[in-house]
């Protein structure tokens, strides 16, 4: 495997279901964060880690829990979802060096909330 | 507050016709710009990093520029795998780590 790899890549759940989204980095990185991206809408920054440390909750609500067991992956656990929370999630990933460090992107996990 | 805006929101070419897609920014700063192109249902894909007003980069067909308030991607007579949606983003000297801010993107459309 290469770059930023995201399962599963379609996801179908009902509103009282739970699930998780992962994201595998395997680019050395030490920073990685979670993306919305609703249709016709920019990109949304939900959470982002920095050295398994979370520096950005960008008030999402708490029905999305996000989580960084290293520094190589990245979690969303999902529960009670709500139709609108359908969308692309996307996962990147960057060296953090102080600069500013281009992100690279996983292929997304299309989610659809019934 | 931070901002980016891209236009045209559309944009349909003919094989080898040439064009720009604009990116304007506002913010306190900047740390660096980002360009991505991406392909339906996929995840952006890394074109370009610029960092500071008259910085120019290039690759095959795409050319992107830099200035205090706007950056410029040209296409050079553009094929139609060029078919893209094209993004900009911004860092800002506000972000203490690494916070892009997404523009809308354009969609680009390359007809044979």
């Known amino acids: 495997e290469t770059g930023v790899t995201q399962t599963p890549r379609h996801l179908v759940m009902g509103m009282t279901n739970k699930k998780s989204l992962k994201c595998e980095q395997h680019?050395?990185?030490?920073?990685m964060y979670w993306y919305k991206q609703s249709a016709k809408k920019p990109l949304e920054l939900m959470f982002v880690y920095s050295l398994e440390e979370r520096v950005e909750n960008n008030s999402v609500p708490s029905r999305f829990s996000p989580e960084c067991p290293n520094s190589s992956h990245l979690f969303l656990h999902l529960h009670t979802l709500q139709p609108e929370d359908s969308a692309l999630y996307l996962c990147?990933?960057?060296?953090?060096?102080?600069?500013?460090?281009?992100?690279?992107f996983g292929p997304g996990t299309r989610l659809t909330v019934l | 507050e931070d901002q980016v805006t891209q236009s045209p929101e559309a944009l349909r070419l003919q094989e080898g016709e040439s064009s720009s897609l604009n990116c304007s920014y506002t913010?306190?700063?900047?740390?660096?710009l980002f360009w991505y192109r991406q392909d339906p249902g996929k995840g952006p894909e890394f074109l370009f990093t610029?960092?500071?007003a008259g910085e120019e980069k290039e690759k095959e067909r795409l050319k992107a520029t830099l200035t205090k308030k706007e950056s410029f991607l040209h296409i050079t007579a553009p094929k139609p795998e060029d078919s893209a949606t094209y993004l900009c983003?911004?860092?800002?000297?506000?972000?203490?780590?690494?916070?892009?801010?997404f523009g809308a993107g354009t969609r680009l459309a390359v007809h044979p």
């Open positions: 610029l960092y500071s």
């Open positions: 983003a911004v860092h800002p000297l506000s972000g203490g780590y690494n916070k892009l801010i």
């Open positions: 990147a990933s960057s060296q953090a060096s102080g600069r500013s460090d281009t992100q690279y």
């Open positions: 680019l050395g990185h030490n920073a």
């Open positions: 913010v306190s700063g900047l740390r660096g």
